[in-house]
Nanobody, 126 residues
Framework: EVQLVESGGGLVPAGGSLRLSCVVS????????IGWFRQAPGKEREGVSY????????EYADSVKGRFTVSFDNAKNTVYLQMNSLKPEDTAVYYC???????????????????WGQGTQVTVSS
């Protein structure tokens, strides 16, 4: 079965960096994509970034462009979200999500994804 396991969250000061990991297993086809989402208390779930295992394309929310970078390490079956210049408003539980086969449209729409990880907490202090 498909499993997604996030890790790497923690407490950092504003301006700091974290790298989140999403270990991916169980896909029987290389045609899949991984999205990163976050949800802060009292706020809607927000799409953060996306990477296609199919063609390596990426996408980012405007709020994180220039600060976050998503990448895929095929050898480790792991998707990374490198987060730099963190702000207090980045505080949230971060989730990775998977879809297979890859669909088309809004890559940051949560409804397109079939599988979800358990989440990892990121807290950015002022």
């Amino acid at each position: 079965e498909v499993q997604l396991v996030e890790s790497g969250g923690g407490l950092v000061p504003a301006g700091g960096s974290l790298r989140l990991s999403c270990v991916v297993s169980g896909f029987t086809s290389g045609d899949y994509a991984i999205g990163w989402f976050r949800q802060a208390p009292g706020k809607e779930r927000e799409g953060v970034s996306y990477i296609s295992h199919t063609d390596s394309s990426t996408e980012y929310a405007d709020s994180v462009k220039g600060r976050f970078t998503v990448s895929f390490d095929n050898a480790k079956n792991t998707v990374y979200l490198q987060m730099n210049s963190l702000k207090p408003e980045d505080t949230a539980v971060y989730y990775c999500a998977g879809e297979s086969p890859e669909s088309y449209g809004n890559e940051l729409e949560s409804g397109r994804y079939d599988y979800w990880g358990q989440g990892t907490q990121v807290t950015v202090s002022s």
